[in-house]
RNA sequence: AGAUCCGUAGCUCAGUUGGUUAGAGUGCUUCCUUGACAUGGAAGAGGUCACCGGUUCGAGUCCGGUCGGGUCUACCA
């Protein structure tokens, strides 16, 4: 068969992938054997996979297939989340683009339209997931919307709110005004700008009860009974309905009991004493307005206040504000700073740097706004999944970085606002009456009877059900169970087999929204952790080191890419530069490393297959010791040991770096050189075979990595009824280090007697005459051939003394003379001598440094003082043969 | 503002419990094309391990500080 001068991927990628399909390899059932379950971070449906995907899905793909080729029962989940705030944003996009209003819609027709755009487009990260190769079980994919997954979030939604962890309350929500809606954290963007700082007076009123004389602060903050507040928002203070001071501010104590006059309007509000004031800021006292901000809200549930929402959903004044009713916020806003400064209300202004959240949709200022949310209670789900995590039950990859951030999050947990003013999503199940009475209950079939109980004349035509749906991680946190229907269907086979799973791998910037959730949500719920291991690949950035963004267009198409380089070139490019746990810089150049390692892959496979036509039929030429042949073997059980090692760190990058290296290096540069056969010559069979079975097992060895090229390999080294992806990894041998050591002296001596070449301007072409001195003359007859043909020694023999006019090198304490024709320069090679003397020599004298030193003696370890030792000895000789070379060189 | 990680070759990064002369990839330099591969081969140069101090016989590694950078969380009148 001719092969083709490059590998060509595009010629086997989808042949393979489609093979794999067919023969069902990927599916998995419950069996006998061990289970290795992972469960795929579910893209956002609407999306595209972007390079962090790809770095995930190829951590994923690599771990899953390396468990089916040892031995587990491997399965994969596929499946995408509905991501509510994303598509809803989109399939408002589309209508409007359409010239339909999301709000004319009802929710039913708005959900329909939502559901043809998922059909439309939610399958295109599934075809990435294939191209790049993925070994998922297509027979499972699930996605947060489906029928089983939409009651198993509803389910879990009531039983939490009949135990008491779900409940209502306030919260601010980001408002924007312009578009009269609710806006995620997401869709606020915060920029920096200069604000002013007002500074007004308040007058003060004797308090309603009792007055505490005139008596006048000490402090200048306070001048004549006023008191002095410091704001950014003066349009806000008809909303006042109190003043905040500290109660430790000795300059406030005496007010205790008092009241003050809002400006303008002269309402009277009283003066509280809480520790929530920092003294240090403004002037210490705060005005507290509950209906625009958070923190005053619960300063008012504190203290019992007022609540006065001065702004109607546009952003204008309400009748609240008594003044400049039903005029724009800003407007107003310059209206009362006139007045203020008219009545002599302002004692002055400050600039002030401050940030603003500008809504992404309408560029407005967002509104800050309180309203009715649901909340799940974190502190009684938080106590386990902080101990399984803890305890070690659940390992944290790499550890190191992340156990501190986890742990400090869960023990400072706050609740979660679970509910989002959207349609896209699981509708909270909570039915009203029309008194506002309300009710939880998995449909309204149940919640009518729940209403019964009270009142028999009740229809079911009268419940309203509850507007807003669920936040999307609230159905994500629930996904290593319910993709296996174990929320829904309790106790079910494939959730018994396949949970807990094996490995989680996502991205650090979820650990609390996704991962510690579905901990939570494991233990609660099956009082087992959802998965052993978590592995958190690091963020992917552009060359520059810039987080790769839509808005900065700097993140490459992914099926662009691998059209480009082809699958496997994409995932070693991404796997080679992505240490564990660490940002990678994304550049194309990694990928065509990947590219390139192909192509070397791919000629070595010629190599062979050149050989293969030259093979002599039926006859074994050499059956004798073959020194390349043992030591290959061995260094690749030496890798495999290693690699195996690596996977249980999950070091995969140096996994894969050691397995590039093995084979380009060791297997390409090395190994096939010494068992190259001359010009023209036949191959012995069994060197031939055994080679065969190397690049066997390199390829099984990489397979995890690079599944196309190798599957591909395998096949074309010979005919075979089996298939690389399922096959079983055979176990490793042992190793014998003393052949290992002999390969790594050759390499060094070759490599020295190259650079003598080359430094001597010896043409490659050009055969030298090589004499050796050496005390074990019989390691070097085992490897003469292999020498002499790396070197092209015409002939090699021993010598027990010095070789006049030759150059001379030295490794180790083996002296290497190569004859030559050409003339030598003399001056070259004493430069160099003279280098590696004087390099040597320093050495010797750290080392003798060292040992002279009583205290290292008699304090470190005596395998450090050993080795020591043997580094002194060594050094001594060394010096010796470059000094003898020196004479040498001076009877040239 | 809090939490946390990082600073090693021109660039991107490895460097296990402190113990050979600090490694790899890429880039760079020199040489090599009829023979698997120029998407290649052979070889080479390149580092005060951010800075200051401490612990130790010994520090890239441990401790403290300074400077610089990243990420997450919170954003305060």
Same mark, same amino acid.
């Given at each position: 068969?001719?092969?083709?001068?490059?590998?060509?991927?595009?010629?086997?990628?989808?042949?393979?992938?489609?093979?794999?399909?067919?023969?069902?390899?990927?599916?998995?059932?419950?069996?006998?054997?061990?289970?290795?379950?992972?469960?795929?971070?579910?893209?956002?449906?609407?999306?595209?996979?972007?390079?962090?995907?790809?770095?995930?899905?190829?951590?994923?793909?690599?771990?899953?297939?390396?468990?089916?080729?040892?031995?587990?029962?491997?399965?994969?989940?596929?499946?995408?989340?509905?991501?509510?705030?994303?598509?809803?944003?989109?399939?408002?996009?589309?209508?409007?683009?359409?010239?339909?209003?999301?709000?004319?819609?009802?929710?039913?027709?708005?959900?329909?339209?939502?559901?043809?755009?998922?059909?439309?487009?939610?399958?295109?990260?599934?075809?990435?997931?294939?191209?790049?190769?993925?070994?998922?079980?297509?027979?499972?994919?699930?996605?947060?919307?489906?029928?089983?997954?939409?009651?198993?979030?509803?389910?879990?939604?009531?039983?939490?709110?009949?135990?008491?962890?779900?409940?209502?309350?306030?919260?601010?929500?980001?408002?924007?005004?312009?578009?009269?809606?609710?806006?995620?954290?997401?869709?606020?963007?915060?920029?920096?700008?200069?604000?002013?700082?007002?500074?007004?007076?308040?007058?003060?009123?004797?308090?309603?009860?009792?007055?505490?004389?005139?008596?006048?602060?000490?402090?200048?903050?306070?001048?004549?009974?006023?008191?002095?507040?410091?704001?950014?928002?003066?349009?806000?203070?008809?909303?006042?309905?109190?003043?905040?001071?500290?109660?430790?501010?000795?300059?406030?104590?005496?007010?205790?009991?008092?009241?003050?006059?809002?400006?303008?309007?002269?309402?009277?509000?009283?003066?509280?004493?809480?520790?929530?004031?920092?003294?240090?800021?403004?002037?210490?006292?705060?005005?507290?307005?509950?209906?625009?901000?958070?923190?005053?809200?619960?300063?008012?549930?504190?203290?019992?206040?007022?609540?006065?929402?001065?702004?109607?959903?546009?952003?204008?004044?309400?009748?609240?504000?008594?003044?400049?009713?039903?005029?724009?916020?800003?407007?107003?806003?310059?209206?009362?700073?006139?007045?203020?400064?008219?009545?002599?209300?302002?004692?002055?202004?400050?600039?002030?740097?401050?940030?603003?959240?500008?809504?992404?949709?309408?560029?407005?200022?967002?509104?800050?706004?309180?309203?009715?949310?649901?909340?799940?209670?974190?502190?009684?789900?938080?106590?386990?999944?902080?101990?399984?995590?803890?305890?070690?039950?659940?390992?944290?990859?790499?550890?190191?970085?992340?156990?501190?951030?986890?742990?400090?999050?869960?023990?400072?947990?706050?609740?979660?606002?679970?509910?989002?003013?959207?349609?896209?999503?699981?509708?909270?199940?909570?039915?009203?009456?029309?008194?506002?009475?309300?009710?939880?209950?998995?449909?309204?079939?149940?919640?009518?009877?729940?209403?019964?109980?009270?009142?028999?004349?009740?229809?079911?035509?009268?419940?309203?059900?509850?507007?807003?749906?669920?936040?999307?991680?609230?159905?994500?946190?629930?996904?290593?169970?319910?993709?296996?229907?174990?929320?829904?269907?309790?106790?079910?086979?494939?959730?018994?087999?396949?949970?807990?799973?094996?490995?989680?791998?996502?991205?650090?910037?979820?650990?609390?929204?996704?991962?510690?959730?579905?901990?939570?949500?494991?233990?609660?719920?099956?009082?087992?952790?959802?998965?052993?291991?978590?592995?958190?690949?690091?963020?992917?950035?552009?060359?520059?080191?810039?987080?790769?963004?839509?808005?900065?267009?700097?993140?490459?198409?992914?099926?662009?890419?691998?059209?480009?380089?082809?699958?496997?070139?994409?995932?070693?490019?991404?796997?080679?530069?992505?240490?564990?746990?660490?940002?990678?810089?994304?550049?194309?150049?990694?990928?065509?490393?990947?590219?390139?390692?192909?192509?070397?892959?791919?000629?070595?496979?010629?190599?062979?297959?050149?050989?293969?036509?030259?093979?002599?039929?039926?006859?074994?030429?050499?059956?004798?010791?073959?020194?390349?042949?043992?030591?290959?073997? =061995?260094?690749?059980?030496?890798?495999?040991? @290693?690699?195996?090692? +690596?996977? #249980? %760190?999950?070091?995969?990058? !140096? $996994?894969?770096?050691?397995?590039?290296?093995?084979?380009?290096?060791?297997?390409?540069?090395?190994?096939?050189?010494?068992?190259?056969?001359?010009?023209?010559?036949?191959?012995?069979?069994?060197?031939?075979?055994?080679?065969?079975?190397?690049?066997?097992?390199?390829?099984?060895?990489?397979?995890?990595?690079?599944?196309?090229?190798?599957?591909?390999?395998?096949?074309?080294?010979?005919?075979?009824?089996?298939?690389?992806?399922?096959?079983?990894?055979?176990?490793?041998?042992?190793?014998?280090?003393?052949?290992?050591?002999?390969?790594?002296?050759?390499?060094?001596?070759?490599?020295?007697?190259?650079?003598?070449? =080359?430094?001597?301007?010896?043409?490659?072409? @050009?055969?030298?005459? +090589?004499? #050796? %001195?050496?005390?074990?003359? !019989? $390691?070097?007859?085992?490897?003469?051939?292999?020498?002499?043909?790396?070197?092209?020694?015409?002939?090699?023999?021993?010598?027990?003394?010095?070789?006049?006019?030759?150059?001379?090198?030295?490794?180790?304490?083996?002296?290497?003379?190569?004859?030559?024709?050409?003339?030598?320069?003399?001056?070259?090679?004493?430069?160099?001598?003279?280098?590696?003397?004087?390099?040597?020599?320093?050495?010797?004298?750290?080392?003798?440094?060292?040992?002279?030193?009583?205290?290292?003696?008699?304090?470190?370890?005596?395998?450090?003082?050993?080795?020591?030792?043997?580094?002194?000895?060594?050094?001594?000789?060394?010096?010796?043969?470059?000094?003898?070379?020196?004479?040498?060189?001076?009877?040239?």
């Amino acid at each position: 068969m001719e092969l083709s001068k490059n590998y060509i991927f595009s010629e086997t990628e989808n042949k393979w992938y489609q093979h794999w399909i067919n023969k069902g390899y990927f599916n998995s059932e419950p069996d006998g054997r061990p289970a290795f379950t992972v469960v795929i971070p579910p893209p956002n449906v609407t999306g595209v996979l972007h390079m962090g995907h790809t770095l995930n899905e190829t951590v994923q793909d690599i771990l899953v297939r390396k468990a089916r080729m040892s031995g587990f029962n491997a399965c994969w989940i596929p499946g995408s989340d509905h991501a509510s705030i994303a598509t809803e944003a989109k399939v408002v996009q589309m209508l409007k683009e359409k010239g339909i209003e999301k709000n004319n819609l009802t929710r039913e027709e708005f959900l329909k339209y939502a559901f043809e755009w998922k059909e439309k487009y939610g399958g295109i990260i599934y075809n990435q997931i294939e191209k790049l190769g993925c070994s998922v079980d297509w027979k499972r994919v699930t996605f947060t919307m489906d029928d089983h997954y939409y009651k198993a979030v509803i389910k879990v939604f009531v039983d939490l709110y009949n135990k008491g962890l779900i409940y209502r309350g306030a919260r601010m929500i980001n408002w924007d005004p312009a578009a009269k809606t609710a806006l995620s954290d997401e869709e606020v963007e915060y920029r920096n700008v200069q604000g002013k700082l007002y500074y007004l007076k308040y007058s003060l009123t004797p308090a309603l009860s009792e007055g505490e004389g005139e008596s006048l602060p000490p402090s200048g903050e306070l001048e004549g009974g006023f008191i002095t507040i410091a704001t950014q928002r003066p349009e806000t203070i008809m909303g006042d309905t109190a003043i905040c001071v500290n109660p430790n501010d000795e300059r406030y104590t005496h007010l205790k009991g008092k009241q003050a006059l809002v400006p303008l309007i002269n309402r009277s509000i009283p003066i509280i004493f809480d520790e929530y004031v920092d003294p240090a800021f403004g002037t210490g006292a705060l005005k507290v307005t509950p209906a625009h901000d958070i923190n005053d809200y619960n300063l008012g549930l504190k203290y019992n206040l007022e609540v006065v929402d001065t702004l109607n959903e546009d952003g204008t004044l309400s009748a609240a504000a008594q003044i400049h009713v039903g005029e724009d916020r800003f407007v107003a806003r310059n209206k009362i700073v006139n007045e203020l400064h008219e009545k002599g209300h302002i004692l002055k202004e400050e600039e002030y740097a401050t940030r603003l959240g500008y809504s992404q949709r309408s560029g407005v200022v967002v509104e800050p706004r309180i309203s009715t949310q649901w909340f799940v209670k974190m502190k009684e789900l938080a106590e386990p999944a902080l101990k399984a995590v803890a305890d070690g039950d659940i390992k944290i990859h790499p550890g190191d970085k992340f156990l501190a951030t986890y742990k400090y999050w869960l023990g400072n947990v706050k609740d979660w606002c679970i509910s989002r003013q959207l349609w896209w999503g699981q509708q909270i199940p909570a039915w009203y009456d029309e008194q506002g009475n309300m009710v939880v209950a998995e449909t309204a079939e149940e919640a009518l009877k729940k209403f019964k109980i009270q009142n028999s004349t009740f229809k079911i035509e009268d419940l309203r059900q509850d507007e807003d749906v669920l936040d999307t991680w609230f159905s994500s946190w629930l996904w290593p169970m319910e993709v296996f229907k174990g929320s829904s269907n309790p106790g079910n086979a494939d959730i018994n087999y396949y949970y807990p799973t094996s490995v989680l791998v996502t991205g650090q910037d979820i650990i609390f929204f996704w991962v510690a959730r579905m901990i939570m949500a494991g233990m609660h719920y099956k009082n087992e952790k959802p998965f052993s291991d978590v592995y958190f690949t690091g963020m992917v950035r552009d060359k520059q080191g810039r987080k790769m963004s839509k808005s900065l267009g700097n993140s490459p198409d992914l099926l662009e890419l691998i059209d480009k380089y082809g699958a496997d070139a994409v995932r070693f490019g991404i796997m080679i530069s992505s240490p564990a746990g660490n940002d990678l810089l994304f550049d194309e150049a990694s990928l065509e490393q990947g590219r390139n390692f192909n192509n070397k892959i791919w000629n070595a496979l010629k190599l062979l297959k050149l050989w293969e036509g030259k093979k002599p039929k039926g006859l074994t030429l050499n059956a004798e010791r073959n020194f390349a042949i043992e030591w290959f073997g =061995n260094r690749l059980n030496e890798v495999r040991a @290693e690699v195996d090692n +690596l996977y #249980i %760190q999950f070091k995969l990058s !140096e $996994a894969l770096k050691i397995i590039y290296s093995l084979i380009w290096d060791d297997f390409c540069s090395w190994y096939l050189e010494w068992v190259k056969p001359g010009f023209e010559q036949p191959i012995d069979e069994k060197v031939y075979n055994k080679t065969v079975e190397f690049f066997e097992q390199l390829m099984e060895l990489l397979h995890p990595f690079m599944p196309f090229i190798t599957e591909e390999v395998y096949h074309l080294l010979q005919h075979r009824e089996d298939d690389l992806c399922v096959k079983q990894i055979s176990s490793i041998g042992t190793l014998q280090s003393k052949i290992l050591d002999e390969g790594e002296l050759l390499k060094k001596v070759i490599s020295a007697l190259r650079d003598a070449r =080359n430094k001597n301007q010896l043409k490659p072409k @050009e055969a030298i005459k +090589l004499h #050796i %001195q050496t005390a074990d003359t !019989e $390691a070097y007859t085992e490897i003469e051939n292999i020498l002499s043909k790396q070197v092209n020694a015409e002939t090699v023999n021993f010598t027990a003394e010095a070789v006049t006019n030759t150059i001379v090198v030295a490794v180790e304490k083996d002296k290497f003379f190569i004859e030559t024709t050409q003339q030598l320069d003399a001056g070259v090679l004493k430069e160099e001598l003279l280098k590696d003397l004087e390099h040597q020599q320093r050495f010797l004298d750290s080392v003798v440094k060292k040992l002279n030193n009583e205290r290292f003696v008699f304090n470190a370890k005596p395998e450090v003082v050993a080795l020591e030792k043997k580094k002194h000895a060594d050094a001594e000789v060394r010096i010796k043969v470059i000094e003898e070379s020196l004479q040498n060189l001076k009877k040239l």
